[in-house]
């Protein structure tokens, strides 16, 4: 912007560098209050000017428009859009308009410092260039931020001027009567009105309802901190109000309600607390009534009522019991988990009783009434061996280690392990050198009872035999694949006592005590399949056992019995810790793959989640199933777990647990699998691998 030579000078007589900015007060009231021609600051000098002198200065300005910057023609496009641009538009030819160098913060500095002026410049973010402004819109600025007019001569208050002439001037209101009908209801109005309400009635005009108010409390806050538990003293508590008196409170009732004598001797039976606490009498006039016998008494316990009542008034919170539901994620974030029927195995012509699936999951094993054990492949759902046992194949378990393909089924009462047959030639002679038995292997025989179990070779395949004493309920392998434990339940001894009892020196009678109190040891059995050797490890086994399994990683093992879960180090020997389920049975029990985690399943229909380092008693119950749980199992890959029931269904859960020990573990339903036939029993099993 150009300005004159004699702007220039009057610029700096009449400015310093100690000029404060407008917006700091530099303009006083007294610079407003000048008239006209002391506002002209582009002369020659002089206080007044012409416009001839105007026109001069104007030619002998050294600036023309030829000389301003090339403007943007960009319009109402954000700036921002040329923030990672060397360019910040285009002019009125279309070339760019290239970014300018900023100045550093000490540059600016040293710059105010010289120069007089500088503070009159201003950045112009829209052309990236820098405007100097004069001392007359400096002046203008300055009014504007104060609240007055832009121009000092400007009046903001100026005489009314009345612009038009009418008769009635000295008269501004009307001397005219009123007319009629301002006093006289109008019968449009009120059809209108007719309308409206016929509309409103029959729902064609719906009103706006009030909204609601939204009902926040403090879920943990105390009610003392309101507002209206902070008034000063003791707060007002109002005295109960009575009952309206009834026809027998009246001093000349019916004769009904009058009781006889009789009745009134019957009251002095019964119990204070069940007498009726007023008497009908009859007066013959009200003047005839006496004072209320119990009135000073029903006063002082009244006054007791007030002393001693807690002087704090409760009051009733009102929760939505929907609000309170923790907020789960999505399924669709939870994926992947079983949600349809991929693959059906048929071949066998009873009941399934139990399947297990291989630790690299291609081969999936599975035991029928049939008498017969199938081994599948996963992926096409065929058929690759199939071995008849000759009786009822109540469990089967797959070894967990990939160089030795060996099932363990309980068949009948007694365990079988066969190879599977699946592998490579090396890994398929591994596993019948490992079956290979010359001879019954010597067993623990310690406490002089016959052995728990004898090693024998199967008569028809190529597997060993494990005889029990008794049924075996139970089998699972250690994760290394040498040991294995089987739990035999029924372990009851009776120790008979024999008393006799004589009447006489000739007659005697023989009393004989059955005490079943001992309980066989041997109940829970380790067995290594290397050496062919079985043992008990414990001397005493409190409760009977349900269902035995090792960790996944470390040397403990833990046994279930109808009520607790116990769980011991097997190489200090001893009991660590005690998990209490409260469950009405438990049936089936599963380690989370980390170890530090335990589900457990009972026969009333509920599944338990242990967490072992938080407490011994369940984190979370789930009353999922209708009938009794048979099983209960962690994925050992994804945060999953799974029960089976004998309602024919099968609930798969997200089951998450975190590294951090302060977060909990997260327990989510998913799915519940159905489109089994009813059966006696059910077993869930679920692939490693998907």
């Known amino acids: 912007m150009g300005h004159s030579d004699g702007e220039h000078e009057l610029e700096g007589e009449g400015l310093s560098a100690d000029d404060s900015s407008w917006s700091d007060g ?13 506002l002209s600051f582009e002369g020659s000098g002089s206080g007044s000017g012409s416009d001839s002198d105007e026109a001069a200065a104007a030619e002998e300005s050294d600036s023309s428009e030829d000389e301003v910057a090339p403007r ?65 819109e400096a002046k203008i600025i300055s009014r504007l931020l104060k609240g007055k007019t832009p121009h000092a001569n400007v009046d903001p208050y100026p005489d009314y001027v009345d ?32 309308k409206l309400v016929r509309a409103i ?38 005295a109960p109000k009575p009952n309206l008196p009834g026809h027998e409170e009246s001093y000349n009732p019916s004769v009904e309600y009058i009781p006889t004598q009789e009745e009134i001797d019957s009251y002095q039976l019964m119990y204070e607390e069940d ?57 669709k974030d939870l994926r992947p988990y079983p949600k349809t029927c991929y693959l059906e195995f048929k071949g066998h012509t009873s009941p399934v009783t139990s399947i297990s699936v291989e630790t690299t999951g291609q081969w999936l094993a599975s035991g029928s009434r049939d008498g017969t054990i199938r081994v599948w492949e996963v992926e096409t759902g065929r058929c690759l061996k199939v071995w008849n046992v000759g009786g009822d194949v109540r469990h089967i378990a797959w070894n967990p280690s990939p160089d030795r393909p060996i099932l363990a089924a309980i068949v009948g009462h007694d365990l079988l392990l066969i190879n599977a047959e699946v592998g490579c030639e090396e890994v398929q002679m591994r596993a019948k050198e490992l079956l290979k038995i010359c001879e019954m292997a010597p067993q623990d025989d310690t406490d002089g009872k016959k052995p728990a179990v004898r090693w024998m070779k199967h008569e028809k395949l190529d597997g060993i035999t494990l005889i029990h004493h008794k049924a075996v309920s139970n089998v699972d392998w250690h994760f290394k694949g040498d040991y294995f434990t089987t739990v035999v339940p029924i372990m009851f001894t009776c120790v008979a006592t024999l008393n006799i009892v004589g009447l006489s020196h000739r007659d005697f009678i023989p009393l004989v005590h059955l005490n079943s109190s001992v309980r066989d040891t041997r109940a829970v059995l380790l067995h290594q399949l290397t050496k062919k050797h079985s043992h008990h490890p414990f001397r005493k ?54 170890g530090d985690n335990v589900i457990v399943g009972s ?88």
């Not at 530099?26 to 008239?35: A, T």
């Not at 008693?617 to 999953?640: A, G």
């Open 26 to 38: 530099g303009w006083s009231e007294d610079d407003d209050e000048v008239g006209e021609e002391s």
């Open 72 to 136: 943007n023609t960009v319009g109402d496009v954000p700036l921002e859009w040329y923030k990672d641009e060397e360019h910040i538009g285009y002019d009125i030819d279309g070339r760019k308009i290239k970014k300018r160098d900023r100045e550093g913060r000490i540059e600016a500095y040293l710059k105010n410092a010289d120069d007089a002026k500088n503070w009159r410049k201003i950045y112009d973010e829209y052309n990236d260039e820098e405007v100097q402004i004069t001392k007359e």
């Open 163 to 194: 612009w038009f002439e009418y008769e009635d001037k000295g008269h501004p209101l009307s001397s005219a009567p009123e007319p009629k009908r301002r006093f006289v209801p109008s019968k449009w109005e009120q059809k209108k009105v007719v």
């Open 201 to 238: 009635r029959n729902g064609w005009i719906k009103l706006d309802k009030p909204k609601e108010e939204s009902n926040l409390y403090l879920l943990w806050g105390d009610e003392t901190d309101t507002a209206d538990n902070k008034r000063q003293g003791l707060s007002y508590i109002p």
């Open 275 to 331: 007498r009726p606490k007023f008497i009908p009498k009859r007066f013959e006039s009200l003047r005839s009534v006496p004072a209320y016998e119990k009135a000073l008494r029903e006063g002082f316990d009244r006054c007791l009522d007030l002393y001693l009542c807690p002087r704090t008034r409760k009051k009733r919170i009102n929760i939505d019991p929907e609000s309170l539901k923790p907020k789960l994620p999505s399924k």
């Open 541 to 594: 086994l409190p409760g009977l056992p349900v269902a035995a399994t090792f960790h996944p990683s470390q040397k403990m093992f833990f046994v279930a019995t109808k009520k607790f879960v116990r769980v011991y180090d097997l190489q200090k020997a001893q009991l660590v810790k005690k998990l209490e389920s409260g469950l009405r049975e438990i049936s089936s029990i599963s380690i989370h793959p980390g």
């Open 603 to 690: 026969k009333d229909g509920k599944l338990c989640w242990f967490d072992t380092d938080l407490s011994t008693r369940p984190y979370k119950t789930l009353k999922i199933h209708s009938k009794d749980i048979t099983n209960v199992t962690f994925h050992r890959k994804y945060p999953l777990f799974a029960s089976s029931s004998e309602d024919c269904t099968a609930y798969i859960c997200h089951g998450m647990v975190y590294s951090d020990l302060n977060q909990n573990p997260l327990i989510v339903p998913l799915e519940i699998l159905r489109g089994h036939s009813s059966s006696d029993g059910r077993d869930a099993g679920l692939k490693p691998n998907y």
